[in-house]
């Protein structure tokens, strides 16, 4: 049972980057997924969900509008498609799944549980 991310980089501000998050050895669509990120010296913070129904999602502020998730089902994969990237979002982004709801405060509570399985993380540096 694991979750493998990839996709992070260095970029431009202004650019974009797509992470992925590959699960093996369970069924990625019956699960809530989170993606979290933790930028040096601050706190993991949960920002995006996105509910095992398809019917329930979150982003948070500091994403909304610039960050999309997008699963891949046939390939066990779900995908964050960051765009307009600024230096604020320079941090390690994690992935993780976990049979939960999908909510603001749920995913804050995820963000400090760190319960069910999650990604190795992967770097996002974006320079100005």
């Known amino acids: 049972v694991q979750l493998q991310a990839s996709g992070g980089g260095l970029v431009q501000a202004g650019g974009s980057l797509t992470l992925s998050c590959t699960a093996s050895?369970?069924?990625?669509?019956?699960?809530?997924i989170g993606w979290f990120r933790q930028a040096p010296g601050k706190e993991r913070e949960g920002i995006t969900c996105e509910g095992y129904s398809g019917l329930t999602s979150y982003y948070a502020d500091s994403v909304k509008g610039r960050f999309t998730v997008s699963k891949d089902n046939a390939k066990n994969t779900v995908h964050l498609y960051m765009n307009s990237l600024n230096t604020e979002d320079t941090a390690i982004y994690y992935c993780?799944?976990?049979?939960?709801?999908?909510?603001?405060?749920?995913?804050?509570?995820?963000?400090?549980?760190?319960?069910?399985?999650w990604g190795q993380g992967t770097q996002v540096t974006v320079s100005s």
């Open positions: 050895g369970f069924t990625l669509s019956e699960y809530t």
């Open positions: 993780a799944a976990e049979k939960t709801q999908c909510g603001p405060t749920l995913v804050k509570l995820w963000a400090r549980s760190g319960l069910g399985q």
